[in-house]
């Protein structure tokens, strides 16, 4: 066992020894050439948030930019960083219900919201509404992106 972990440390030394000096500059915590994260790359996220029916004014289009956070959105810096927490890990925080998801029969309001644009590089055509319990958690994972409603 401590061969093979010998070895791989050597090869694995080897391989970042090989990677230009320029790729050396940012390092990470144990002295480790940084990597960028996959499926954020740089740039600005822009999306475009449109609520109807949430009542209290909390109703019009958003605009939200992050990476800087920005836009004509209420909360911009606390939507980012939910996104942010929701995209972990690689997950799709604009991921519709699976197929087949067995929902309460509760009705949450006739809000109703539409969020377009780009998020990591990816497109983002998502519509979200809270007609069922599943549809409700799926709207309040998203507050503070889409508004908190009464209900």
Known sequence: MLRRLAVTVAASA???SA????AHADTGPLGLPSLPLLGKPAGQDQLRIA??????GRDGTYD???????GTHPE???ACARLDQLSEDGHDPFAPLPKGAQCTMQYGGSATARITGTWHGRPVNATYK?????????WQ??????????R
């Open 14 to 16: 080897a391989a970042l």
């Open 19 to 22: 990677v230009p000096a320029a």
């Open 51 to 56: 609520v109807s029916d949430a009542g209290d």
């Open 64 to 70: 939200l930019e992050c990476g800087p956070a920005g």
């Open 76 to 78: 911009p810096s606390d």
């Open 130 to 138: 809270r007609t069922d319990g599943c549809e409700i958690s799926r």
């Open 141 to 150: 994972g998203l507050v503070p992106v889409l508004p908190a409603t009464g």
